[in-house]
């Protein structure tokens, strides 16, 4: 059975807006990870070290702010830790790795689309993709828009695809 002219566009503009989709929503996210990879380090290290450098300077007998300084610094970090301060970045990153998947997914149904074929087989396969792609957005944490303006720029600019 052959497929429209109407039929092959309508399958093709469906598959490229899932495609497009993908490839910003997945850019924007591994955006979004190594941001909070980043700070979720810096959370840690940076206290920890702030408390390093107290204590030494309270060992020797400075004043006793030193001291408090050290505990507290101590505490941010502990508490930064426990709490995983890079698990953002972890949710983040398995966003962006589902989008991707998706994404080959889409582009290997746009390389195979000819026009033999059944279109109520071709209209379910679209709409299964569309399905998983709404599946994915259903479940992810919302992506800073800060993280999405340097994945779109990067996209425009072309240093990412």
Not at 75 to 92: M, N, R, Y
């Amino acid at each position: 059975m052959s497929l429209t002219e109407a039929q092959i566009d309508a399958v093709k503009g469906q598959l490229e807006s899932i495609h497009q989709s993908c490839l910003y929503s997945a850019q924007a996210y591994f955006e979004a990870a190594k941001r909070a990879e980043l700070w979720g380090r810096l959370m840690v290290f940076v206290p920890a070290c702030v408390s390093a450098v107290s204590g030494f300077m309270s060992s020797f007998g400075h004043r006793p702010l030193w001291g408090g300084v050290a505990a507290v610094a101590g505490a941010v970090a502990a508490t930064a830790s426990f709490l995983g301060a890079t698990k953002k970045s972890t949710d983040f990153l398995a966003s962006a790795r589902s989008y991707t998947v998706l994404r080959h997914k889409v582009k290997l149904e746009l390389q195979f689309l000819s026009r033999q074929g059944d279109y109520a087989d071709l209209r379910r396969r679209v709409e299964e993709l569309n399905n998983e792609y709404t599946q994915i957005v259903s479940s992810d944490i919302p992506v800073p828009n800060r993280s999405f303006d340097l994945a779109s720029r990067r996209i425009d600019e072309g240093a990412a695809s």
